[in-house]
C-alpha cells in the first residue's frame, strides 16, 4: 500500500503512522504482473520503488478522477519510460472518454505536459461493463455511490477475491439495516470477498455533517462489510484531518461494531503488505 | 457473483422514497421494482401486495383506463411507452382501486440511462387530478 489517505495529501507529524499520501495500491496477482489501482500521491513512492525493475507492462485500474485518486499520474515513473507500456483503465463521463478526461489534468496551466507528449506507450480504456481479463487476474468494475464518475472493482485470482471501493457512500439515504442486499450499492462487488478495502472516511458524529460527500462513517463501512459477508476489512481512504490517534480511536469504536473476529478489521497505512487469501 | 440492482435503480429508488409525490420504479425489463408510499395512496395497494411483479401482472393490476374509461393496453401505459420508445411521455388516464373506485390522474414516465448510456428501466411520477 502506498497510500491510503482520502481527499488531500496530509503529511506531517500527526499522521507518520498511517501516512499522508493519497490512495494507491501495488497489487501483485499469482502470474507477477503489476495491478496498480489508483494513482494518488501514493504512486510516486511505488514508481520510485520499481525503478529499473519495472515490468514492460503496468495496469492502473482508477475508481474516479478526483485529484486525489490521479494527482501521483504524472509523477509515476513509468509514464516517463519509453519502453513502458502503461495501460490505464477508468470510467467514462456521459459525454466524454476516459481518455478526454484524463488529458484534462495533463494539460497547462494544470500540468506542464500534455498527455500526447508522455513518452511511454500509454493506452487508455473505459472500463468495459462486464468481466475482462489481465493476465491471471479476472476483474470487473460497477459504477458506485459517490460524486461523478466513479467505480468500485472486484479483483479474482483463483479463489481468491480482493474488492477495493475507496470512495462510497452506500448508507446515503438508505437504511443499510433494513434494506436488501441487492439494494445496497456495492453489494456485488464485495460480497464473499477474502479483502475488502473500503472508505471509511468519518466518524459516526461526523458524517450528519457531511451527507452526499461521497463517503462513509464506520458504522456504515462495518454495516456493508457484514452485509457483503467479507472476511477482512481493511479501513480505508483516511480523512486529512485524522491524526494517527484518531484514526486508532475510531478502529476501535469499528471492532466494537463489527462484534466478533475484532482481529478481521485493521487500519489500512502506507507500507502495509496484505496476502489475499 | 452475487446479483445486484444498478447503481441507478438504487438511486431511483431512494429518490422515490423520499418524495411526497408518487413514482412508480420499473427496471429495464419492465419488472416493477418500486413504488413509493404515495404512489399507494393513490393506487389503493402496498408495494408489498404487488411487488415486485413482471409487467403484465403489474399493469393489469390497477384497472387502468382512458379518461374516457375505455381499458388501456399494456402498450399504451406511459411507462411501457417510456420503456419501448425511450423518451419521456405524458398522458392523463385513469387507475382502478380495489375497491373499484377510479382515479383520474397524470403521469409522465422517463426512460432511465446510467451514465454510460446504459438502459436501466424507467419510471413515472403521477398525481391524481382534481374533480
Known amino acids: 500500500m502506498w497510500g491510503c489517505r482520502g481527499s488531500l495529501a496530509a503529511p ?3 499522521t507518520v503512522r498511517y501516512g499522508g499520501n493519497t490512495s ?3 497489487v501483485r496477482p499469482s502470474d507477477g504482473r503489476l495491478i496498480v489501482i489508483d494513482a494518488g500521491t501514493g504512486a510516486r513512492n511505488l514508481g520510485i520503488a520499481l525503478g529499473k525493475n519495472r515490468p514492460d507492462r503496468i495496469d492502473i485500474l482508477l475508481t474516479h478522477l478526483h485529484l486525489d485518486h490521479i494527482e501521483g499520474l504524472g509523477f509515476f515513473g513509468p509514464v516517463w519510460d519509453e519502453g513502458c507500456e502503461v495501460h490505464i483503465w477508468g470510467p467514462p463521463s456521459p459525454l466524454r472518454t476516459l481518455r478526454e478526461d484524463i488529458a484534462k489534468y495533463f494539460s497547462p496551466p494544470l500540468f506542464p505536459v500534455h498527455l500526447d507528449d508522455l513518452p511511454s506507450h500509454l493506452v487508455i480504456h473505459d472500463v468495459p461493463g462486464g468481466e475482462w481479463e489481465i493476465g491471471a487476474t479476472k476483474i470487473r468494475a460497477q459504477p458506485v455511490n459517490h460524486p461523478g464518475p466513479t467505480v468500485g472493482y472486484r479483483l479474482q485470482d483463483g479463489d481468491n477475491v480482493l474488492t477495493y471501493i475507496s470512495d462510497h457512500e452506500p448508507a446515503l439515504g438508505v437504511d443499510l439495516r433494513s434494506v436488501t442486499p441487492d439494494w445496497v450499492s456495492g453489494y ?5 470477498a477474502d479483502v475488502l478495502l473500503h472508505d471509511s472516511q468519518y466518524t459516526e458524529e461526523e458524517y450528519p455533517g457531511r451527507v452526499g460527500w461521497g463517503h462513509s462513517s464506520i458504522a456504515h463501512t462495518v454495516s456493508f462489510a457484514l452485509i457483503t459477508k467479507v472476511k477482512r476489512l481493511v479501513m480505508f481512504h483516511h480523512d486529512p484531518l485524522h491524526s494517527d490517534a484518531q484514526l486508532e480511536a475510531m478502529l476501535v469504536r469499528a471492532k466494537e461494531l463489527w462484534g466478533e473476529e475484532p482481529d478481521d478489521i485493521v487500519l489500512s497505512y502506507e ?4 496476502e489475499v487469501s | 457473483m452475487q446479483q445486484q440492482k444498478s447503481l441507478v435503480l438504487i438511486l431511483a429508488r431512494d429518490l422515490a422514497d423520499k418524495l411526497a409525490s408518487a ?5 429495464a425489463d419492465g419488472t416493477l421494482v418500486y413504488f413509493n408510499e404515495p404512489a399507494e395512496r393513490i393506487l389503493g395497494r402496498s408495494f408489498a401486495d404487488v411487488g415486485p411483479a413482471a409487467m403484465q401482472e403489474w399493469a393489469s393490476a390497477f384497472g387502468p383506463l382512458t379518461v374516457e374509461g375505455r381499458p388501456l393496453t399494456l402498450d399504451e401505459l406511459p411507462l411501457t411507452v417510456a420503456l419501448r420508445e425511450r423518451q419521456p411521455v405524458h398522458k392523463q388516464l ?6 373499484g373506485e377510479v382515479r383520474q390522474i397524470a403521469a409522465t414516465a422517463f426512460p432511465l440511462f446510467a451514465r454510460t448510456d446504459e438502459f436501466e428501466g424507467a419510471a413515472a411520477v403521477f398525481w391524481e387530478l382534481e374533480g
Open chain 1, 12 to 14: 506531517g507529524p500527526e
Open chain 1, 24 to 26: 494507491c495500491l501495488e
Open chain 1, 188 to 192: 456485488a462487488l464485495a460480497y464473499g
Open chain 1, 271 to 274: 507500507g502495509m503488505e496484505i
Open chain 2, 23 to 27: 413514482m412508480f420504479v420499473v427496471d
Open chain 2, 94 to 99: 385513469a387507475v382502478t382501486t380495489p375497491s
